[in-house]
């Protein structure tokens, strides 16, 4: 199994970059883990949300393998707690799937990446900016994998 976290934006502020650094190589060996920074499309006034959104879109798509499980991030995705968590990462390693979770830039992910995800999760109901869903999400995928190994970080 190989885990791989494709978000938009490529300019993180320094605690986004050790944060996510710091889980990233906690999960690396175990869950296959990478991350891709896609470049953000170039806001300007002439140019709508929507437009930037699609075109970030495009990149997502294309970094896609037609065999990957696609697993988008969204606000009205389906709540997972981190024991829901760890049975979906100890399937995916059981069937040997790739799977790539999408992150979508400030203005979310592309009609097309929905459609193409097999499924939406949600961290939580709040929106949550995308650099700080880096953060979170990479501690829950330890989290979730220390869970899987019998460790006593899961405090149930």
């Not at 806001?43 to 879109?57: D, I, L, M, N, W």
């Not at 389906?78 to 100890?90: F, I, Q």
């Not at 499924?119 to 709040?126: F, G, I, K, Q, V």
């Amino acid at each position: 199994m190989k885990l791989r976290l494709i978000s938009i934006g490529t300019k993180m502020p320094r605690w986004v970059q050790e944060g996510v650094a710091e889980y990233s190589k906690r999960i690396v060996g175990d869950l296959g883990f990478s991350l891709l920074e896609l470049p953000m499309a170039k806001r300007t006034k002439t140019q709508s949300a929507e437009v930037c959104r699609e075109k970030e879109g495009e990149a997502i798509l294309a970094a896609l393998n037609q065999a990957d499980y696609v697993v988008s991030l969204e606000v009205l995705g389906k709540p997972l707690d981190t024991p829901g968590l760890a049975k979906r990462l100890e399937h995916f390693k059981r069937e040997g799937r790739n799977v790539c979770l999408l992150v979508g830039g400030p203005d979310g992910l592309s009609g097309a990446c929905a459609a193409r995800a097999d499924e939406s999760w949600s961290l939580s109901a709040l929106t949550l900016p995308h650099p700080l869903v880096r953060v979170l999400l990479t501690e829950q995928l330890y989290r979730a994998s220390s869970l899987n190994k019998g460790h006593p970080y899961h405090r149930a």
